[in-house]
């Protein structure tokens, strides 16, 4: 069984930071992609940003340089550091990740139950 499980939501004013983790646990081999999405209400979820296992970045092309996306290896977890927040930036943000639970098993994609950010005054 593995889970994974966000955290550090919450409401902020415009302009403010956020950082959000989120953690996979269970049955674990390894974990290749991790990738932050996000889905406002009544708008299809969209990717936020990509990390690889050895911490190459990918981000869309709205991030325009406020979100970092990082991870810790060692405790199976992502983070998104958000930055200069803005009220469209109001969303669920959902952690993704492409991971093993054995060796030789198919890597197979993982979602959480996300975390809800709120940017308003």
């Known amino acids: 069984q593995v889970q994974l499980v966000e955290s550090g939501g919450g409401l902020v004013q415009p302009g403010g930071s956020l950082r959000l983790s989120c953690a996979a646990s269970?049955?674990?081999?390894?974990?290749?992609?991790m990738r932050w999405y996000r889905q406002a209400p009544g708008k299809q979820r969209e990717l936020v940003a990509t990390?690889?296992?050895?911490?190459?970045?990918n981000y869309a092309d709205f991030v325009k340089g406020r979100f970092t996306i990082s991870r810790d290896n060692a405790k199976n977890t992502v983070y998104l550091q958000i930055n200069s927040l803005k009220p469209e930036d109001t969303a669920v943000y959902y952690c993704?990740?492409?991971?093993?639970?054995?060796?030789?098993?198919?890597?197979?994609?993982?979602w959480g139950q996300g975390t809800q950010v709120t940017v308003s005054s």
């Open positions: 993704n990740a492409d991971l093993r639970i054995r060796m030789n098993y198919m890597l197979q994609q993982y």
């Open positions: 269970g049955t674990i081999f390894s974990i290749s992609a």
């Open positions: 990390i690889t296992s050895d911490g190459g970045t």
